[in-house]
């Protein structure tokens, strides 16, 4: 009996592991591979004494995939769109402003129907860069939607496009 319980424990494990990745998936923004090979959008310094210096103090670069390219042209982003915020320490030494180790990399992944209560745009953080670290997980609508929404008319997205 002890025996079969465990064999029911076992197989129920199992069969439901990839189910709740299945269900994780449809829900979480992608770690987004290759991002610096996409297209660089912009850069910019946050210093002490900025309003964002606390969350985004550093040096920043905002890449855009393919699609993510088209809405920067459009004004609309498509399905598939992805941007990155890649956030990095800065360092001052001889007039110069150098990049340091990585901070947090910002992700918005563009899905209108997973991410339906957050204007279509998924929001996501990497600690340091690493796929295993989230920091927003199911806080995107406080921590990064409510911020953004200022920006209803352009999609959301602060950035825009230049030659
Ligand atoms: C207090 C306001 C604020 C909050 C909160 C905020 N952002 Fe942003 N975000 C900005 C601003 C301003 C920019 C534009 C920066 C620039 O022009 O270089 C930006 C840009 C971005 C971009 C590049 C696309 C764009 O909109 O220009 C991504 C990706 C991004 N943020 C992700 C996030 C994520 C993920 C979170 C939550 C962890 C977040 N943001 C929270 C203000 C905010």
Same mark, same amino acid.
């Given at each position: 009996?002890k025996?079969f319980?465990?064999t029911?424990?076992?197989s129920i494990?199992?069969?439901?592991? !990839?189910?709740?990745?299945?269900?994780?998936?449809?829900?979480?923004?992608?770690? !987004?591979?290759?991002?610096r090979?996409w297209?660089?959008?912009?850069?910019?310094?946050?210093?002490?004494?900025?309003?964002l210096?606390?969350?985004? /103090?550093?040096?920043?670069?905002?890449?855009?995939?393919t699609k993510?390219?088209?809405?920067?042209?459009? /004004?609309?982003f !498509?399905?598939?769109?992805?941007?990155t915020?890649?956030?990095?320490?800065?360092?001052?030494?001889?007039?110069?402003?150098?990049?340091?180790?990585?901070?947090?990399?910002?992700?918005?992944?563009k899905?209108?129907?997973?991410?339906?209560d957050?204007?279509?745009?998924?929001?996501?953080?990497?600690?340091?860069?690493?796929p295993?670290?989230?920091?927003v997980?199911?806080n995107?609508n406080?921590?990064?939607?409510?911020c953004?929404?200022?920006?209803?008319?352009?999609d959301?997205?602060?950035?825009?496009?230049?030659?």
């Open positions: 009996m025996r319980a465990y029911v424990l076992a494990t199992i069969f439901q592991w !990839p189910i709740a990745n299945a269900l994780a998936d449809e829900v979480s923004v992608k770690y !987004p591979d290759g991002y090979d297209t660089h959008v912009k850069t910019m310094v946050i210093q002490e004494g900025h309003a210096y606390e969350p985004f /103090g550093g040096i920043h670069h905002i890449y855009a995939n993510a390219l088209e809405g920067y042209r459009t /004004g609309s !498509p399905d598939g769109a992805v941007i915020f890649d956030l990095l320490e800065t360092f001052h030494s001889d007039h110069s402003i150098t990049e340091g180790s990585r901070k947090v990399l910002g992700v918005m992944e899905d209108q129907r997973r991410f339906k957050t204007g279509g745009w998924g929001f996501e953080g990497f600690a340091a860069g690493d295993a670290q989230r920091v997980g199911e995107a406080a921590a990064c939607f409510q953004h929404t200022s920006q209803e008319s352009h959301y997205v602060f950035s825009k496009w230049r030659k």
